[in-house]
């Protein structure tokens, strides 16, 4: 199985215009695929930007909504899948969301932000409640988590146990905490043997500053792709074989004593 192409979208866009970061996203998956990738990741609340204060009400849409419809017509048009983040209306209810989008326009996963950060997301935000949300992809188990749910180490184990192979992280990650993406994701790509693609905004949007830093993680621990602090798309590979092998090699999963800790939770 040739690997995965993965580019990583580093880029605020233009929070509050959904117009605007379409045509960003038509542009870098126009990039992408002359790159040979066959997927594009774009970061937390892509589609209207995540410092858009009391707009979110206004700006959330259905999963199956207008903004859903013109990213699988990009994503169809380029012959690339699509992972992105955006607000969720369901109901009553909005979600801090991340879908997936295959090359042929279908809506393969939806998820919802468990772990909710900071006063801003807990004012406009509902938590999601399902940990492990999956999508097979090129011969791939795809996961999806956002931001803050990375850094919880039951997660990712979650997704490890689960058969996650490629966890895709939209994130807006902020100063100072720009740690997690230099150390913390590999370390977690590593202890749970996977790889993991940690895609963030960057610049200033009202009162954050992105550190941007997306990353491609190998199961390894190594980085194979690292962006800087500005706009940029950069492209790494997930290797179907160097994963088995490295599973092969690496006993953590193997050596696990879940009996020895049952009251985890």
């Not at 589609?47 to 990213?71: C, S």
């Not at 399902?130 to 988590?145: C, K, N, S, T, W």
Request: aromatic share 8%; with cysteine; proline share 7%.
């Amino acid at each position: 199985m040739p690997p995965l192409r993965t580019a990583l979208l580093q880029s605020s866009g233009r929070p509050g215009s959904v117009a605007d970061n379409l045509r960003a996203l038509d542009d870098a998956a126009a990039r992408a695929a002359a790159a040979g990738a066959g997927l594009l990741v774009c970061p937390e609340m892509w589609l209207t930007g995540y410092a858009i204060g009391d707009r979110v009400p206004e700006l959330a849409e259905p999963a199956d909504g207008p903004g859903a419809t013109a990213v699988a017509e990009i994503a169809e048009r380029h012959g690339l899948a699509v992972g992105y983040g955006y607000p969720e209306r369901s109901g009553a209810r909005v979600y801090n969301a991340a879908q997936l989008i295959d090359a042929r326009g279908e809506r393969l996963a939806n998820y919802r932000k468990t772990h909710l950060f900071g006063d801003f997301e807990r004012r406009w935000f509902t938590p999601g409640e399902r940990p492990v949300v999956q999508a097979e992809l090129d011969g791939l188990r795809i996961g999806l988590l956002i931001c803050y749910d990375v850094e919880f180490p039951e997660n990712v184990r979650a997704h490890a146990l689960a058969g996650t192979d490629l966890l895709l992280v939209p994130t807006a990650q902020m100063h100072p905490f720009q740690f997690v993406a230099e150390s913390l994701v590999p370390v977690r790509a590593f202890e749970s043997q996977m790889y993991i693609a940690y895609v963030n905004r960057t610049g200033h949007e009202g009162a954050f500053e992105f550190v941007g830093l997306s990353c491609l993680a190998g199961p390894d621990g190594t980085v194979r792709t690292r962006a800087g602090r500005g706009g940029e798309l950069v492209v790494g590979e997930v290797d179907r074989g160097f994963l088995d092998s490295s599973r092969a090699a690496n006993p953590y999963l193997r050596d696990r004593r879940p009996e020895l800790y049952p009251t985890l939770g």
